[in-house]
């Protein structure tokens, strides 16, 4: 967009996010169990047919890790492993963009083929680093979105710190009215 349309941008205070894959490959390595200096680190897609695919990849390439599939690591003795042309290759770190219920066949759903079978196993052991933990996309709906500062409220007894962007609940006459007259 900074590209095709620089002066929508050149009048506006948007701050670039061009060095986000290196900050996340910077939290990815710090959140690292091994003992090495140089962890291996992955970024495991359920794969082309996903919606953000285009996504994944791009992360994994910006960060110079690999792109998984489930069916590109294995689980051996609780370590998890990424087969390659060389041979197997230990995973110290496994950057998550699968749903839950996809993610271990052996825990979840078991006619799951995107995931690992044996992975949270590994993860429960210590072995490997699964970032993107269990549950955290519970509130990571559009549908959600309204009731953000009900939720913080409710759960943490606090005020939330950001304002949110309005979001607006359609099935309701005056928030439908009001969206359908910003179009």
């Excluded at 939330?160 to 609940?169: E, G, N, S």
Aim: net charge negative.
């Amino acid at each position: 967009m900074t590209r095709l349309m620089p002066e929508s941008f050149a009048a506006q205070r948007v701050r670039p996010v061009d060095h986000y894959p290196l900050v996340l490959l910077g939290a990815l390595r710090n959140a690292s169990l091994a003992t090495t200096s140089d962890p291996t680190i992955v970024v495991l897609t359920p794969g082309v047919y996903n919606s953000a695919y285009f996504e994944h990849a791009f992360l994994a390439r910006q960060m110079g890790v690999e792109l998984v599939e489930g069916r590109d690591l294995e689980v051996d003795d609780h370590v998890v492993y990424m087969r390659t042309t060389r041979g197997r290759r230990r995973v110290d770190v496994i950057y998550r963009r699968i749903d839950d219920d996809y993610l271990d066949p052996v825990v979840f759903r078991n006619d799951s083929s995107l995931g690992v079978p044996g992975l949270l196993a590994a993860a429960r052991s210590g072995n490997v680093t699964v970032v993107n933990a269990i549950g955290n996309g519970v509130a990571d709906d559009k549908s959600v979105y309204p009731y953000v500062g009900n939720l913080i409220r409710y759960y943490l007894g606090e005020e939330p710190l950001l304002d949110q962007v309005p979001t607006y609940l359609l099935w309701d006459d005056d928030q439908c009215h009001e969206a359908l007259g910003r179009l």
